[in-house]
C-alpha cells in the first residue's frame, strides 16, 4: 500500500473525503500526530531523487478535475483575469541576489518544458495532465539565492472561508527537480482560472496539493517557521505532511 492511499482510506475511515471537513478533522484530530511522525521518515527514505512517469497523449483526461479552494474571486484577481493577466506580474524575492518580477511572456522566454504526468490527490482520485511551463530552476538561477537561502515559499491569490491566505513551500532540492515547473499551459491551452491561472507550481513527483495554484510571489527564506501557522504550507497547517513524495 503506497502512502497515498494510506492517506486516502484513513481519511475515508474517519468519514473525511474531502478537502473542506479534511481541514476541520486534521487539526485537532489523532491522525494528525500519525502524518507528522511519519514525515521525517518519508523525506529521508523516499527523498526526491527519481523523476515522475511521464505518459503519452492518448493518456491525457481531457476534462481535468478541479478542486481544492474556491477560485480567487477579489477585485485584484478579478482584474488581472478581465485584462487575460497582461499585468501580472511574478514576483521573486527574499534571500536573492536580484529580486525579479516577470511577465508572462518573460517566463515564456526564460525556456519552456511539456511533461504528461499524473496528478495524484491525497482524496485518492487521479488524473494525468499535459502540462507546459518554465522550470522553477530556471527562474531561480535568474534571481541568484543566496548562500543562506533554503526554501521557496509560493504566496498565492487564494484564500479560504476564513480569510486565510493559501501558500506552500518547497526546499531548493525539490524546486531544482527536472519536472517541478511553473505550470502556463494545461492540455494545449492556457491554463482557465479554475486551474490556477495564471501560473501554478507543478510538482509532479509529490501529492497535489503541492502543486499550488494562482501564484503571485515566490519568496526565498532561510525557514518557514513565520509564515502562517509555521508548517510550510496552508495544509501543512492543518496537518498534512511537508514532504509529500510520492
Known amino acids: 500500500m503506497n502512502r497515498r492511499i494510506f492517506i486516502a482510506s484513513s481519511l ?5 473525503t474531502a478537502c473542506g471537513p479534511v481541514k476541520e478533522g486534521l487539526t485537532n484530530g489523532p491522525f494528525r500526530g500519525a502524518l507528522l511522525s511519519a514525515e521525517n521518515l518519508n523525506h529521508a ?4 531523487h527519481g523523476t515522475a512517469r511521464e505518459y503519452a497523449d492518448a493518456d491525457v ?6 478542486n481544492g479552494l474556491d477560485t480567487p474571486s477579489d477585485s485584484r484577481y478579478a482584474g488581472l483575469a478581465k485584462a487575460q493577466f497582461a499585468e501580472y506580474r511574478l514576483a521573486v524575492d527574499g534571500l536573492v541576489d536580484r529580486p525579479q518580477q516577470f511577465t508572462l511572456a518573460q517566463l515564456r522566454a526564460a525556456g519552456d518544458r511539456t511533461q ?10 487521479s488524473a494525468i495532465g499535459k502540462w507546459r511551463g518554465t522550470p522553477l530552476a530556471r527562474v531561480l538561477a535568474m534571481a541568484q539565492p543566496k548562500a543562506n537561502a533554503r526554501y521557496c515559499v509560493f504566496h498565492c491569490f487564494d484564500v479560504d472561508q476564513s480569510g486565510t491566505p493559501y ?5 531548493l532540492h525539490q524546486a531544482a527537480h527536472p519536472q517541478t515547473l511553473l505550470a502556463l499551459d494545461l492540455n494545449d491551452k492556457p491554463l482557465d482560472a479554475d486551474h490556477g491561472a495564471p501560473v501554478r507550481l507543478r510538482v509532479p513527483t509529490q501529492l497535489g496539493y503541492k502543486s499550488a495554484k494562482w501564484v ?13 501557522s509555521g508548517s510550510g504550507g496552508y495544509w501543512e497547517d492543518q496537518g498534512y505532511e511537508w514532504y509529500a513524495g510520492i
Open 12 to 16: 475515508a475511515s474517519l468519514g473525511l
Open 45 to 48: 527514505v523516499f527523498g526526491t
Open 216 to 228: 503571485s510571489r515566490i519568496e526565498l527564506v532561510a525557514g518557514y517557521e513565520n509564515i502562517g
Open 116 to 125: 504528461i504526468t499524473r496528478h495524484d490527490c491525497v482524496e485518492g482520485w
Open 167 to 171: 501558500y506552500e513551500s518547497l526546499d
Open 61 to 66: 483526461d481531457r476534462d481535468f478535475r478541479v
